[in-house]
């Protein structure tokens, strides 16, 4: 089955009890049992809820993955994936992530004896060259929030199966509609569920999709025993999202093309960042590695006061964090995303006081183009 039908049916059976539909928000703590150890396969709420593990099935499906756990947050599924390490262990990690990423590994993981090296991951060898004897995972995301610096996925899988670590790669910015890393190699997809998969802006979430019996394995207890699960509540609106993902991404794609392309003609913008155009130093591997270019993208306005211009002048773009929801977004990177990396590594990487950041909804493009067009007015040259 193709991609749409697998995003409505996956784990969508109809409901065993009534028959509904859609699959129900299962709002309870626990199960009744029968007798001792008689039940049925239902114990504690925090261990199985179904409606958590159809959404489960859903994004396993979507991402082409054996097994997938849905946790309460992104940062919450990155730090169940971080905990498969111990002590001792080392990981390379794309120079740019998302802030929050940076931040929990190096104010709290590094606190327990984990090791990070940060290369710029758009060269396949630096990762290599990376790599220690104590490497045990190579975490990536591609396209890199804000700068969309892409992660050639099947290089970096070549050398992290020949050394026998493993690659987690966050997909949150391109879905699995756009971009399916297992296909690719990775061994675990990292997804902030916030974003795209859940699609309206009304629920935070967090899952990670993988194949390897042993980390399922892992994982599942890692899940339970520390137990930042999603709530059934949430797994039904990410279920919900899911279930029009691809004529979203459809949509978002579409725009983000038109948006990216007006702001490469602006006169005021000083330069773009959306691997779908071809000005994009690595448009040749997004074409080859996406099967689109998705709603985000960055563009250099020239200083802090210009930003500011924007950020402030633009009506139907909402100033905001977060991304991927069916309504415009624009943000600041340096003082919002991304306050928590230094300031002289956020303007080596690009995040400087200029860079705005959209994510591009799926309202009417003319619309987004002509506020964008309106707040861009008032700049300086
Ligand atoms: O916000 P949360 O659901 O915990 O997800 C964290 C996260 C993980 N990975 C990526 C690539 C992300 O972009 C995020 C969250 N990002 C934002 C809130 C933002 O505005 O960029």
Redesign the pocket.
């Known amino acids: 089955m193709k991609f749409a039908t697998i995003a409505i049916h996956a784990g969508q059976e109809p409901d065993s009890a009534t028959g509904a539909v859609s699959v129900p928000i299962y709002q309870t703590s626990t199960y009744a049992q029968e007798g001792l150890g008689k039940h049925k396969g239902y114990e504690y709420a925090r261990t199985q809820n179904p409606t958590r593990l159809a959404l489960e099935a859903n994004l396993a499906a979507l991402e082409g993955g054996a097994a997938s756990f849905a946790f309460a ?4 599924a ?1 730090h169940a994936v971080m905990t498969l390490l111990q002590a001792g262990d080392h990981v390379v990690v794309s120079d740019n ?2 802030g ?2 940076f931040r929990l590994f190096d104010k709290i993981l590094k606190k327990f004896g984990l090791a990070f090296t940060y290369v710029d991951a758009r060269e396949p060898h630096l990762v290599e060259e990376a790599v220690q004897p104590e490497t045990r995972m190579v975490f990536v ?1 591609t396209p890199t ?1 804000p700068v969309m610096s892409l992660v050639d996925i099947a290089a970096v899988a070549e050398t992290t199966r020949r050394r026998g670590i493993r690659l987690v790669v ?1 997909n ?2 391109m879905s699995p509609f756009f971009q399916r890393p297992l296909e690719l190699g990775a061994d675990i997809v990292a997804h ?1 569920t ?2 795209y998969l859940n699609g309206h802006s009304d629920s ?3 899952a990670l999709i993988l194949n390897d019996k042993e980390d399922i394995l892992r994982l599942a207890f890692i899940q339970n025993a520390a137990g930042a699960i999603l709530s059934p509540m949430d797994s039904w609106l990410v279920m919900r999202g899911t279930k029009t993902l691809a004529v979203r991404m459809r949509q978002h794609d579409g725009n983000g093309r038109l948006v990216a392309q007006f702001l490469a003609e602006h006169p005021r913008v000083k330069k773009v960042y959306y691997p779908g155009l071809k000005s994009h130093p690595q448009h040749e591997l997004a074409k080859r590695q996406m099967a689109g270019f998705g709603g985000m993208l960055s563009f250099e306005t020239g200083s802090l006061k210009n930003a500011k211009g924007v950020l402030e002048a633009v009506r139907l773009c909402t100033l905001a ?3 991927g929801g069916v309504e415009t977004l624009i ?1 600041h990177p340096a003082t919002m ?1 991304h306050a928590s990396v230094p300031e002289v590594e956020r303007n080596r990487l690009g995040i400087t006081d200029g860079l705005v950041r959209i994510s591009v909804g799926i309202e009417d493009a003319e619309d987004i183009i002509a506020d964008l067009d309106n707040a861009l007015a008032h700049l300086d040259r």
């Open positions: 947050s992104g940062m919450a990155i992530t998302y929050g990423t995301e929030n966050d949150t910015f902030s916030t974003k935070i979430g967090g964090e977060s991304l943000s995303t």
